[in-house]
């Protein structure tokens, strides 16, 4: 069973870091692509970053660019999302998510382009 779990979200201050994590299990990651999303209250889930192996490449969405940085190790099949110099609009549940086995190299940020979801975690942004 493919399974997606996130974990390191909590309570921060403006300006301070957390890293949230992502295990997997139930298939290998290293050559699937792992995506980072978010859902603020009362607002739609939204792409934050997303890692494709197959291309080398990382994407970030504006609004945090030079802020968080995703990353993963893929010897133990999970993947990180560090949040650097965060905002209270930085409040909101934060999803991992991968890709279906058939295209497992994507280059997207679209939540529709990704099929494992994880529960999400709790990350607020408060003084």
């Known amino acids: 069973q493919v399974q997606l779990v996130e974990s390191g979200g909590g309570l921060v201050q403006p300006g301070g870091s957390l890293r949230l994590s992502c295990a997997t299990s139930g298939f290998t990651l290293s050559p699937y692509a792992i995506g980072w999303f978010r859902r603020a209250p009362g607002k739609e889930r939204e792409g934050v970053a997303c890692?494709?192996?197959?291309?080398?490449?990382?994407y970030y969405a504006d609004s945090v660019k030079g802020r968080f940085t995703i990353s993963r190790a893929n010897t133990k099949n999970t993947g990180y999302l560090q949040m650097n110099s965060q905002k209270p609009e930085h409040t909101a549940v934060y999803y991992c998510?991968?890709?279906?086995?058939?295209?497992?190299?994507?280059?997207?940020?679209?939540?529709?382009?990704?099929?494992?979801w994880g529960q999400g975690t709790q990350v607020t942004v408060s003084s």
């Open positions: 890692s494709s192996r197959g291309r080398s490449s990382t």
């Open positions: 998510a991968s890709p279906q086995s058939s295209h497992p190299n994507i280059d997207s940020r679209r939540e529709t382009d990704y099929y494992y």
